[in-house]
Nanobody, 123 residues
Framework: QVQLVESGGGLVQAGGSLRLSCAAS????????MAWFRQAPGKEREFVAA????????RYAESVKGRFTISRDNGKSTVYLQMNSLKPEDTAVYYC????????????????WGQGTQVTVSS
């Protein structure tokens, strides 16, 4: 059974940085794309970033481009989200997710979700 466990969330001031981690288990991590999503109170879950199975391609939401960086360590079965220049509007629960494909295309590709980690950015 695939398990995704996020860590690294917390409270940070605007302009600060956080690095989220997601440790995966239950299958061969290196074969599948990974992604991060977020959900703010009262809003729908939205795509943040994705990385292909071999880190050859990445995608970002327009709202985080230039500030967030997704990466992966296949040897550690872990995906990361480095978040810099954080803004209050980045406040949300951040979810790690994985597909059954090499490359992420749409949310319909997502088959497994983590439990989420809270990120709060104060102004």
């Amino acid at each position: 059974q695939v398990q995704l466990v996020e860590s690294g969330g917390g409270l940070v001031q605007a302009g600060g940085s956080l690095r989220l981690s997601c440790a995966a288990s239950g299958r061969t991590f290196s074969r599948y794309a990974m992604a991060w999503f977020r959900q703010a109170p009262g809003k729908e879950r939205e795509f943040v970033a994705a990385i292909s199975w071999n880190a050859g391609s990445t995608r970002y939401a327009e709202s985080v481009k230039g500030r967030f960086t997704i990466s992966r360590d296949n040897g550690k079965s872990t995906v990361y989200l480095q978040m810099n220049s954080l803004k209050p509007e980045d406040t949300a629960v951040y979810y790690c997710a994985t597909t059954d494909t090499y490359v992420y295309s749409t949310m319909r590709d997502i088959h497994y979700w983590g439990q989420g980690t809270q990120v709060t950015v104060s102004s």
